[in-house]
Structures are given as structure tokens and as C-alpha cells.
């Protein structure tokens, strides 16, 4: 199974370039199968804080790195796989088709 973490989106205060909203999902496959879940994680700060990462600064690795520490990654994999796992168990199952040779 692939797990791939993608940045979606960012949602920031203007004056300061704060980053308040981001939009990321786990993107899954395995097998020829594929499935995503998307998740937002709200994010508090400010400016004036030590680590405070300019928004022209941030790169897709960093707000990676911001959900990476704050979500149960090991939950949206497991969910993915499970949700492929049933995908492929129930593409198995189809005995017919409709259709013509042509």
C-alpha cells in the first residue's frame, strides 16, 4: 500500500501571512486501486511566534510537517487500506458484465 500526504490548501490572514486553515488528504493506492481522505486542521499562532515561517517561506514539506505532528496519520492510512482492501474484495466478486464484442 501507498501512502502519498498532499497540501490542498492554505487559508491565511492577509496582513500577516498567518496560517490559520489547511487543507491536506492522504492519497492511497495499491494494486491499481485508489482512494483519498481529505482532512483540515486549524492552526494557532502568530507572527510573533519563535518559529514563525513567513507564508512566501513556507514550502508543501514544512505544513506537512504541522499535520504529520497533529493528526492520527496511522487512522487515514488504515482507513484508505481498508476502504481499497473492500474495493478490490468487491471488484472480485462481479461475475457478469453487460456489453457487446464490437
Excluded: Q
Aim: glycine letters at 6%; proline letters at 2%.
Amino acid at each position: 500500500m501507498n501512502h502519498t500526504w498532499k497540501i490542498y490548501d492554505l487559508k491565511r490572514t492577509i496582513a500577516d501571512g498567518v496560517v490559520t486553515k489547511v487543507t491536506f488528504a492522504c492519497e492511497s493506492n495499491y494494486s491499481g486501486s485508489g482512494t483519498r481522505k481529505i482532512g483540515e486542521l486549524t492552526v494557532v499562532g502568530s507572527a510573533d511566534d519563535a518559529d514563525f515561517v513567513p507564508y512566501e517561506d513556507l514550502t508543501e514539506a514544512i505544513v506537512l510537517g504541522w499535520v504529520t505532528s497533529s493528526v492520527d496519520t496511522s487512522s487515514y492510512e488504515s482507513e484508505n487500506s481498508a476502504s481499497i482492501a473492500a474495493s478490490i474484495v468487491a471488484r472480485a466478486a462481479i461475475t457478469e458484465s453487460n456489453g457487446t464484442p464490437w
